[in-house]
């Protein structure tokens, strides 16, 4: 079973508009670190943020912050007020504690392709 | 602070030879993962380095193998290489804290060595 979702391959926004992407995950560890990673076209994967399982608040960093619905196993990225330089592959992650089973490694979605209109 | 380097950036090769990727991680980080990225696949884990160790491996065959160094520097070797290996290959560093909160270890990626077997 896949332990991380992202079910948009594509997606389009207006520049300056908001835009969330989805991200869905699967872990029986009650202790586990969820994050976003942006991959421009030149392949360096850039950390965005960062929500850890027993973090009260939803994390913000600038322009992202991350929609966390613990119960629905859901960890959105939204990205307020979309730039051009935006356009780029983003793909949420998942770190396990010692009782995932993935012994610690970061397990990446498939990505989402966001494509940001002027 | 010097970010994550990796050589080459670029490597043609053909079916059954063999390869040595290297990462230089940043100053300071002891941890040293290996991702694979191809575009039928995504980003999967193949092994981590801390101190000299291999502490993590993904599952991946016998033909891939790595190493770490004193100074923090890995290098990653695929040997008689087929063409299914042709992917983008990326080293991320970490200061791979304590095994009990390596869940929100920021990992940094380095611009990733994008290697074509032909």
């Known amino acids: 079973a896949q332990k991380i979702t992202q079910t948009q391959p594509g997606m389009f926004v207006q520049e300056k508009e908001a835009v969330t992407l989805d991200c869905t995950y699967d872990?029986?560890?009650?202790?586990?670190?969820l994050f976003w990673y942006k991959q421009p076209s030149s392949g360096e994967m850039i950390f965005l943020i960062y929500?850890?399982?027993?973090?009260?608040q939803n994390a913000t960093e600038g322009r992202y912050s991350l929609n966390f619905q613990k119960a629905r196993k859901s960890a959105n990225l939204v990205i307020s007020a979309s730039q051009l330089g935006d356009s780029a592959m983003y793909f949420c992650?998942?770190?396990?504690?010692?009782?995932?089973?993935?012994?610690?490694?970061?397990?990446f979605g498939k990505g989402t392709k966001l494509s940001v209109k002027p | 602070k010097a970010g994550v380097t990796q050589t080459p950036r670029y490597l043609i090769k053909t079916r059954g030879q063999q390869v040595t990727l290297s990462c230089s991680p940043i100053?300071?980080?002891?941890?040293v993962s290996w991702y694979q990225q191809t575009p039928g696949q995504g980003l999967q884990f193949l092994f981590e380095?801390?101190?000299?160790?291999?502490?993590n491996k993904g599952n991946f065959p016998g033909r891939f193998s790595g190493r770490q160094f004193s100074n923090s520097r890995s290098e990653m070797n695929v040997s008689t290489l087929e063409l299914g290996d042709s992917a983008l290959y990326l080293c991320?560093?970490?200061?791979?804290?304590?095994?009990?909160?390596?869940?929100?270890?920021?990992?940094?990626f380095g611009p990733g060595t994008r290697l074509t077997v032909l």
């Open positions: 991320a560093s970490s200061n791979g804290l304590a095994a009990a909160f390596r869940f929100y270890n920021e990992q940094f």
């Open positions: 872990t029986s560890d009650p202790s586990y670190g």
């Open positions: 929500q850890g399982s027993y973090d009260q």
């Open positions: 380095y801390f101190s000299e160790t291999q502490r």
């Open positions: 100053s300071g980080h002891r941890s």
């Open positions: 992650a998942m770190r396990e504690g010692l009782q995932g089973g993935s012994q610690g490694n970061l397990i």
